[in-house]
């Protein structure tokens, strides 16, 4: 697919990587499936950088528009799910 992802300038090139990271996380849910752990990783350090919900909001909407694939859903999906088991969103 072809998009941008939604990113901060103020973010630093380490926090760019790692949004970036959380993104594809996102999107291999949806394409292949994703170990409930290895997403979490990655959603963790994803808060780091964006800890507030309103601002978490905006550009996981933003992502949504862009891509079709819903990083809401995915991270409550996860979040519902057992230790060790893969995702695999449709």
Same mark, same amino acid.
């Given at each position: 697919?072809?998009? &941008?992802?939604p990113?901060? &300038?103020d973010?630093?090139?380490?926090e760019?990587i790692? @949004?970036?990271?959380?993104? &594809?996380t996102v999107?291999k849910a949806?394409?292949? +499936?994703?170990?409930?752990?290895?997403?979490?990783? %990655?959603?963790r350090?994803?808060?780091?950088i964006?800890? +507030?919900?309103? &601002?978490e909001?905006?550009i996981?909407?933003?992502?949504?528009?862009? %891509? +079709?694939y819903s990083?809401?859903?995915?991270?409550k999906?996860?979040?519902? @799910?057992?230790?060790?088991q893969l995702?695999k969103?449709?």
């Open positions: 697919m072809e998009y &941008q992802y990113l901060d &300038q973010w630093s090139t380490d760019i790692d @949004a970036i990271d959380f993104f &594809q999107e949806y394409e292949k +499936g994703i170990e409930r752990e290895q997403f979490m990783v %990655s959603y350090r994803f808060k780091e964006v800890p +507030g919900k309103s &601002q909001r905006n996981c909407k933003e992502f949504e528009e862009l %891509s +079709g990083p809401y859903k995915t991270i999906t996860v979040k519902d @799910a057992e230790p060790g995702i969103m449709k």
